[in-house]
DNA sequence: GATGAATGAGCTTTCATTCAT
DNA sequence: TATGAATGAAAGCTCATTCAT
């Protein structure tokens, strides 16, 4: 964060174990009640070799933000080249299971972008880009849209995928057949809407 | 775990002074950073008074949410008994509207309910309880719909609405017009949505 | 303790439950760790109440301690009476057992009179009144000893009789038998040395 | 529970001064009464280096009652060597002897071994080790005893020795002579006594 | 660069005691 | 007199961060 702070050093290999530990801890326990020593401990390394690459708790957590959002970026840009073909019904249904794809391999995500207490910027650099590129899934499907429009109905589109995924892990659901049902339900929700909005 | 009860009035006052303190010091810095000396401060007590009537930060907390989710309970129940009458597209307004309203009344209540640390069991309790209004809201306009069918669509609404929170003080939005641009859309996939679904 | 504070009021029913109250918790928890609002509770009573009677939470121990002692008197006091005709075996095995079931019926005496942070002053005068009494038992058993002997005697006769208090609910002891195989040991320790110290 | 052991050769010296600061503290005050916060401050250490080493002030309570009763381990191992050649007599009053010296030296040793509030455990422990190097140090003087009598006999000499470190520093002693002489009285009775119990 | 010891502000919680009702 | 609310110093302990080796 501070200027002579050492940057973290790409395909520095410790960097990457640091990073997969801190993933580790961070799904665990969130932001807050993650420590430094202990994320330091899960990669066999000490506390001080965590500062040497990261200058405050923050940068560990941005840094892995940023590590894989980087890869959230590659899904959608899969999605954009392949989904111009599919009709809506797909549509709706790949973009509900995008996310939750996603933080399911990534379970350190969802923790880190919701949690009051982590780093805003970062986060609020990841859904307007998350955003954009909806925007260029959803495009080509309604080529009519105005830009305005568009983004609107991306961003409501990302709603109904951030939904799709509270749903899926929701421990406030009395079954695992109520919980698939509220999916399907949304699911269906979101073609709907697509059907509409894009025509 | 929960509030101790006060025996003596100026033991009840105290309590409503304490909880709205924490209301505020929760909203402003979330359940982690929150300490119990800044509530004990707000609410211009000392820490012993504090821990008088709760036993620990935990208990505060879920008083807190029990207090706020009953007005929150009775909101619904009053939208319950109006709501029969309204077609789909005020339904669905005011079911969009209803949580932000209640949000912008109660700013601790977000950061409370999804904040990891904060006390989970009341939490499930409050998001059960409103789902199960949601059917009692629906269930008149859709009276062919089956119980578990109705609560799928009850869950999926409370996603919605749960959206239209967040796009309502969305950081990330580019502007106040896009922020209600997307909003509007919100309001309209969930009107295409129950007309379809309820019918 | 101050002057001003009020006294302990023999009689008053409140203040006899009150020191009830104060052994049981004093014997489960030591004086340290029982607290003075725990011990209003099990007497069923306020902690104003409390303070009403006793100036301090020392001042319970001391008035518990002085009223227990009060007991621990009298039973010796009996055995000065009926203690002069006993022979040295039964005057040893009375004596061991005299303050292993003392303590049996007050379980807080031993942590009270043992406990640092307990009161200093009452405690010494207990065992300078203890050792006085067993100068009492032991003087008819030895005529012809000189005050100064006499209570060099009763000195270490107190002391094997803390010991046999230790032993019988030593924690660190093997089995019950080890245990009850040491206590028997102690009895004719005390048997053998009084035989040549009374003669 | 234990104490965290240190891979520097600083941490070793540090948890020494700490140990030898809680020592003094433990001794002065008890284990109830004693806070970290002394400890650390009369090891010139700041508290967060304590807690880098001792997980608790239990810990450090038992860190010290170890290396403590190793040094009481030595004496008695020595005393079981050297034991053999010495009449009763020089027993008794080398056994007397051993603790009081062993408890001057280390005046925390006491506090923490009998005080409620301490450890637990190691306490047990060391009770029983002790035994175990008294019958080492008894049975060549009475080859014929067997081992449960001899395990009473060493209870019992246990039990003198732990009163006369407590005769040793009695406050209820009416004088320092008066103190001598029981002191003097308790060798004589451990002097007949194993004379009897040895033969 | 790697390590782990050092730091200390600050956290939650306790509890003897006082005071208003 | 009885009650329980009020108080606040002080306790044990944590943890992000810095520093010496």
């Known amino acids: 964060m501070s200027a002579r702070a050492p940057r973290r050093q790409r395909g520095h290999a410790r960097v990457e174990v640091l990073l997969a530990a801190a993933a580790q801890v961070f799904a665990d326990k969130g932001y ?3 420590t430094t020593t202990e994320i330091a401990a899960a990669a ?3 506390i001080g070799s965590l500062y040497q690459f990261f200058p405050t708790k923050e940068a560990v957590a941005q840094a892995l933000i940023q590590q894989q959002s980087a890869d959230l970026t590659q899904r959608l840009a899969a999605m954009a080249e392949a989904g111009a073909g599919w009709d809506v019904e797909e549509l709706a249904r790949r973009l509900v299971g995008a996310l939750i794809d996603f933080r399911a ?5 969802a923790r880190l972008i919701d949690t009051p207490g982590a780093p805003a910027a ?6 307007r880009g998350m955003r954009l590129q909806l925007m260029d899934i959803l495009a080509p499907h309604a080529p009519s849209l105005g830009k305005a429009r568009l983004m609107a109905v991306a961003t409501a589109v990302q ?8 749903l899926n892990d929701d421990p406030a659901a009395d079954s695992p057949t109520a919980a698939r049902a509220a999916l399907a339900e949304l699911r269906e929700m979101l073609r709907i809407y697509l059907q509409t909005a894009l025509s």
């Open 32 to 34: 807050d009640a993650a």
């Open 122 to 127: 970062v986060v609020l650099d990841v859904r």
């Open 44 to 46: 066999q390394s000490s």
């Open 159 to 166: 709603q109904v995928m951030k939904s799709a995924v509270a």
């Open 105 to 109: 391999s990534h379970p350190s995500f």
